[in-house]
């Protein structure tokens, strides 16, 4: 049963305007929430994360937002960059760090 | 700059073949994890280690053994390959810190089981 669910397979964006990656989660213990970035035959590397005890990070034109009652995170890119077409995946943890349960992806297109 | 290296890229493997995947990290990371991506399935946890000779079940870890005699290498068995094996496989370690528990991916490896 899937825990971290990304509803979206796909999105396509103009480029520099914003970029809305949803993640959804049904596990309310889950306290430490993380972006990845894919690109094609390379491993995922991180994005941003974010604490259970916040409800927005930002780094950059990456903003993580957490809305703990919804159990839901979003992941804003601001100005898009065609750069940054690539699969992006939400995982959550639980306060051991041990495990990470991933989402499924979303491919994002950026179009110059 | 941390580095996770996996022994290789792509393999090719008959059914029945018995598989090793081998994964070195250089930042002496007390947590490794092997995953397997699949389209429109993510990344799902095989297994993982906390320590050296320590090794826990993920979600899918029917089919899979590992083995961690070093704490720098986690290496995953497949005792008897089969097609449904067919996938990419990443290895990933991480720091245990309070402040943050980001996963660092190696580049992958291609498994095809024929």
């Known amino acids: 049963d899937q825990q971290v669910k990304q509803n979206s397979p796909s999105l396509s964006v103009q480029e520099g305007r914003i970029s809305i990656l949803n993640c959804d989660y049904t596990?309310?213990?889950?306290?430490?929430f993380l972006w990845y970035k894919k690109y094609p035959a390379e491993g995922p590397t991180f994005l941003i994360s974010?604490?259970?005890?916040?409800d927005k990070n930002e780094d950059g034109r990456f903003t993580v937002f957490l809305n703990k009652s919804a159990k839901h995170l979003s992941l804003h890119i601001v100005p898009s960059q065609p750069g940054d077409s690539a699969v992006y995946f939400c995982?959550?943890?639980?306060?051991?760090?041990?495990?990470?349960?991933f989402g499924t992806g979303t491919s994002l297109t950026v179009i110059p | 700059d941390v580095k996770v290296t996996q022994s290789s890229r792509y393999l090719v493997k008959r059914t029945g073949e018995k598989v090793f995947l081998e994964c070195v990290q250089d930042?002496?990371?007390?947590?490794m994890f092997w995953y397997r991506q699949d389209p429109g399935l993510g990344l799902r946890l095989i297994y993982f280690?906390?320590?050296?000779?320590?090794?826990e079940k993920g979600d899918i870890p029917e089919g899979y053994s590992v083995s961690r005699e070093k704490k720098e290498r986690f290496s995953l068995i497949l005792e008897s390959a089969s097609t449904n094996q067919t996938s990419m496989y990443l290895c990933?370690?991480?720091?245990?810190?309070?402040?943050?528990?980001?996963?660092?991916f190696g580049p992958g490896t291609r498994l095809t089981v024929t």
């Open positions: 990933a370690s991480s720091h245990y810190r309070a402040s943050s528990y980001e996963q660092y």
């Open positions: 596990n309310s213990m889950f306290d430490y």
């Open positions: 974010i604490s259970s005890i916040k």
């Open positions: 995982a959550a943890s639980l306060n051991t760090g041990n495990q990470f349960y």
């Open positions: 930042m002496d990371h007390e947590n």
């Open positions: 280690s906390y320590d050296v000779k320590m090794k």
